[in-house]
């Protein structure tokens, strides 16, 4: 796919398609309790499909209802699930299956066989959990033997370690304090969403710099409501902020969401190039300061960051940014390499990337298969106003199967093709 753009302006308006950490969280939980439970809106994420694979796999009938699906439960123990290449998928659906006393075989994509697990098995093994390797990076796993306590959590590479944790402690009924935090874990943020989507599901969380405590007794909510992915709409409403001219109103967003990346709008705002019109996010094009992202909180905001700098003169700083590399890419270097294919000004010193724009690229070429990594690039030629070629453009339906779809419809005649 060719993108060539003509003074491109984004305007008109977007829905939000809604967050895959939050589907994903409700779609498993509700494939192993009691009733049923519609999860809606759901926006088709692959992600999201390998979520409902696994629900699936474990007894429940998934059909699709309005803009989202009700989740129909019959809980048996699955012999294998595919988890793709959803680290959320993958880490969660391992503390689900756990709790239920599942022995199950792991597959999915080679990218997520290369990602960090070793806490969550150690933990796991604590509570008489045992895995064996099958060959391929996954692993089979035998909880027959289960045996919940509680467990300390220091040194990870992933907060989904703690969040797989979570929903282990929620079924497998341990309750009080079931996590003790000897560090603070990275992206906790995101452990504050599970604590959200368990609290929707009837149990009093307690989420602290200490560790996490759990009361109570999980239940269907009967409706679980999914908000907008401040992940997915960084891309578009970065790129409206560097476009003069251009003014898009963004709905479906929670404006008091404790997702992570919420903090790029934060940003937007504290510039003036974003005000909230009601629940409608208004988003406009202008000048802003360098941005600055600390990727150990907001992970996912660094390519977006990074495409920022690409196209700037105030350019971006992202701080602490060594788990990116464990990420669907190595997106320390997929974000170094797109800087370069940019012409982006780079400085690379302890525990920080800088990004400025540099000399002006005629036409640039993405060979990436990370979805983020592929949404930045179209950022930065958009901003850059050069041609982008993009290989595999697929890719971006692990998060936002509608992203070009929904650009195309925003950029009008500024978009001169799409071959
Ligand atoms: O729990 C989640 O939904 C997520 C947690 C983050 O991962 P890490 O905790 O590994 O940083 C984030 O990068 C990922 O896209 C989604
Ligand atoms: C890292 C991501 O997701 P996951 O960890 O679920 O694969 C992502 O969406 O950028």
Not at 9 to 26: E, I, T
Not at 183 to 194: A, G, K
Not at 344 to 362: L, N, Q, T, Y
């Amino acid at each position: 796919m060719i993108l060539s753009f003509s003074s491109p302006r984004l305007s008109g308006s977007l829905v939000a398609p809604s967050s895959k950490s939050y589907s994903q969280r409700a779609i498993l939980l509700s494939s192993a309790i009691g009733g049923e439970t519609l999860v809606t809106p759901v926006s088709g994420c692959d992600d999201e499909i390998v979520s409902e694979g696994v629900a699936r796999a474990a007894g429940s009938s998934i059909r699709e209802e309005g803009s989202g699906v009700r989740i129909t439960p019959d809980f048996r123990c699955p012999g294998s699930v595919y988890v793709g290449e959803s680290g959320t998928t993958y880490r969660l659906a391992m503390g689900l299956l756990a709790a239920m006393g599942c022995t199950v075989d792991f597959n999915g994509e080679p990218s997520l066989s290369r990602r960090p697990i070793g806490w969550l098995l150690e933990a796991l093994s604590r509570c008489g959990v045992s895995f064996s390797p099958k060959g391929d990076g996954f692993l089979r796993m035998d909880a027959s033997r289960v045996l919940p306590s509680p467990v300390d959590a220091a040194a990870m590479e992933s907060s989904q370690f703690v969040s797989s944790m979570m929903l282990f402690y929620a079924l497998s009924g341990q309750r009080g304090t079931v996590i003790r935090f000897l560090e603070r874990p990275p992206s906790m943020e995101y452990v504050e969403v599970t604590a959200e989507v368990l609290r929707s599901f009837g149990m009093r969380v307690g989420v602290t710099g200490k560790g996490v405590e759990m009361h109570g007794d999980v239940r269907s909510p009967g409706t679980f409501h999914v908000e907008g992915d401040y992940s997915s709409v960084s891309f578009i409403v970065s790129a409206t902020s560097l476009l003069d001219g251009s003014e898009v109103r963004v709905s479906g967003l929670n404006r008091q969401s404790v997702q992570p990346d919420s903090a790029l709008v934060r940003w937007l705002e504290r510039n003036g190039l974003a005000v909230w019109d009601r629940d409608v996010l208004v988003v406009s094009g202008g000048s802003t300061g360098g941005i600055e992202v600390d990727a150990d909180r907001t992970p996912d905001l660094a390519p977006v960051a990074a495409a920022i700098g690409i196209s700037t003169v105030e350019g971006a700083r992202i701080l602490n940014y060594g788990r990116l590399r464990y990420k669907e890419s190595d997106r320390v270097a997929s974000i170094l390499d797109m800087a370069r294919r940019f012409g982006a000004r780079v400085d690379v010193s302890d525990g920080c990337i800088s990004i400025r724009r540099g000399e002006k690229p005629g036409r640039v070429a993405c060979d990436s298969r990370d979805h983020r990594i592929i949404m930045a690039y179209t950022v930065a030629a958009m901003a850059l106003s050069c041609d982008l070629e993009i290989r595999e453009p697929g890719h971006v339906a692990k998060s936002y199967p509608s992203f070009f779809g929904d650009l195309r419809a925003l950029l009008g005649n500024g978009l001169r093709t799409i071959l």
